[in-house]
């Protein structure tokens, strides 16, 4: 049984303005990012101060910062650093067995709402639990059940932007501006949280890759009943 959350006190128009925004701002940075920096600019500026400024502050980090900088430090960022990598499943289960049912459920979630995930889309080369995939589902597809996959990984999102803080980012504002679109962690999430930045996710040698997680067959989803929703692996630590 799902655990139950409080819902936001953003609007879901605003909802989506905000998730596009860092979904946008949180990808490989590039020419086509850089050419849509007043774009987002002038879209946060509808949101509340908490959740706009961080959004208009990256911004003015991204025009003022010279594109193979970004690009560089996007890679040493996320790309490097395990506790700063942007694949959700990876903070509750590492490299286990168990991330492979988390990853099918994503799949399975976006399949119910008629969203795949095809070259051709804007994240389409990224495994289903990536947080730009994520916030872009739940933003431009289907609010509610995005914003679920997001409070079933809120500990996860919470160690990112600590990370992020801790390392002086800039791309921390932009966790930041995500974590004030939630409610507050619950006490077992923040036991979740302190458990993960003590132990760091669980091992298992299961071939899988460290930073970017198993290779995700899209056929998974069709061998069960669509009917059927797997389960969420909980937290290490978490009652559910």
């Known amino acids: ?119 051709e889309s804007e994240h389409g080369g990224e495994l289903p639990d990536h947080l730009c995939v994520v916030l872009e589902y739940a933003a431009t597809v289907d609010l509610e059940r995005g914003r679920r996959l997001l409070l079933d990984h809120r500990a996860g999102l919470e160690l990112l932007r600590m990370a992020l803080v801790e390392r002086h980012s800039p791309w921390a504002p932009l966790l930041e501006a995500l974590s004030a679109t939630l409610p507050p962690l619950h006490g077992d999430e923040w036991d979740a949280v302190r458990r993960l930045a003590a132990e760091g996710p669980p091992a298992e040698e299961v071939g899988l890759d460290p930073y970017a997680g198993p290779a995700f067959d899209p056929a998974l989803a069709d061998r069960h009943d669509s009917t059927s929703e797997l389960p969420m692996p909980s937290f290490p630590g978490v009652r559910t």
């Open 1 to 119: 049984m799902s655990r139950k959350h409080p819902r936001s006190a953003l609007p879901p128009a605003a909802l989506g303005v905000a998730w596009q925004s860092v979904s946008l701002l949180l990808g490989y940075p590039d020419e086509q990012l850089v050419g849509l920096a007043a774009t987002v600019r002038e879209a946060s500026r509808g949101l509340p101060d908490e959740v706009g400024e961080p959004i208009r502050g990256f911004v003015v980090h991204l025009e003022s910062t010279q594109l193979e900088q970004l690009q560089a430090d996007y890679v040493e960022t996320f790309d490097s650093r395990r506790r700063c990598n942007l694949f959700l499943t990876y903070f509750a289960h590492g490299d286990t067995r168990k991330r492979g049912v988390a990853l099918l459920r994503f799949k399975q979630t976006y399949l119910r709402s008629g969203f795949v995930l095809d070259a």
